[in-house]
């Protein structure tokens, strides 16, 4: 492996950081809209208002699931904490949006499912990968990786 491993590890998780890192900040925008009325969001009244009129169960319940797997999911996803569990809640969040609320049509111009669909894939790339080396889960949880699947880093040197 050597040093080419190396230097690929490094570009894999540089990788990984840039692609949670931008959905983490669309995450932060779109939630933060829908539960506190940021960057020109209607705040969370409106969301339950607007859920509730395309026929969502629960509307405050809803409203309160999706707004906070984008807010705190997004955080989550930009320091690499909890990343599969925020990346997975981002997903289905996504999935949702894409077919109840986007269904209609595929291309963004048209209002389609274009956007929320490739966020809920990269998500779900995000889940099937893991965070990459620069995450908070990797300083908090690493020794707990040889224990549960992949050996530590330790025990495969």
């Known amino acids: 492996m050597g ?3 190396t230097i690929q590890d490094t570009l894999t998780s540089t990788g990984l950081l840039i692609a949670r890192s931008m959905v983490g900040v669309v995450g932060i925008y779109h ?3 829908k539960l506190f ?3 020109g969001g209607g705040g ?4 339950v ?5 395309m026929g969502m169960p629960l509307p405050t319940l809803s409203a309160a699931a999706a707004g906070s797997a ?3 999911g997004g955080i989550a996803l930009i320091l690499g904490l909890l990343t599969r569990f925020a990346g997975a809640n981002l997903a289905f969040t996504m999935l949702v949006a894409s077919f109840a609320v986007h269904g209609g049509a595929f291309g963004a111009q048209n209002g389609g499912m274009e956007y929320p669909l490739t966020l809920a894939m990269v998500s779900l790339a995000i889940v099937l990968t893991g965070p990459g080396e620069f995450a908070l889960d990797r300083v908090l949880f690493g020794k707990l990786r040889g224990r549960f699947g992949a050996p530590s ?3 495969a040197a």
Do not use: N, V, Y
């Open 3 to 5: 040093t080419q491993g």
């Open 31 to 33: 939630g933060g809209q």
């Open 37 to 39: 009325g940021l960057f």
């Open 44 to 47: 969370f009244s409106s969301t």
């Open 49 to 53: 208002e607007a859920m509730g009129g």
């Open 70 to 72: 984008e807010f705190f």
């Open 153 to 155: 880093p330790e025990l």
